[in-house]
């Protein structure tokens, strides 16, 4: 048989949904909980699961590696150019800065 989805996560998905309809069916009071609910519905979750996953709605994708790509395109208007981040302030002229008075060392 050929699965077209994930034969495992359905086997196991099918496993955990046949056990939890076991124990709400225990809890609801409408079946008790004996060797045909605690076995049997996990085993009939676990044949749904495979049957789902043999179907496969979900599937792997296949990717072509040969397909064509997008082209990038240049948007309709661009930035404007020049440099992005604005330049630093230059230090004033004859080597004096700004935190200190003028003529102190």
Do not use: C, K, Y
């Not at 049957?51 to 240049?74: K, N, S, Y």
């Amino acid at each position: 048989m050929r699965f077209r989805g994930h034969p495992w996560m359905g086997a196991i998905s099918g496993l955990f949904f046949g056990l939890a309809v076991a124990v709400l069916i225990q809890q609801f009071g409408i079946w008790p909980l004996d060797n045909l609910s605690v076995f049997g519905l996990p085993a009939i979750g676990l044949v749904i699961g495979l049957l789902v996953a043999a179907w496969g709605p979900i599937g792997r994708g296949r990717a072509d590696p040969f397909a064509e790509r997008p082209v990038d395109r240049p948007a309709a208007t661009a930035p404007p150019a020049g440099p992005t981040q604005p330049t630093p302030p230059q230090p004033p002229a004859g080597g004096e800065t700004q935190d200190r008075p003028p003529g102190t060392a």
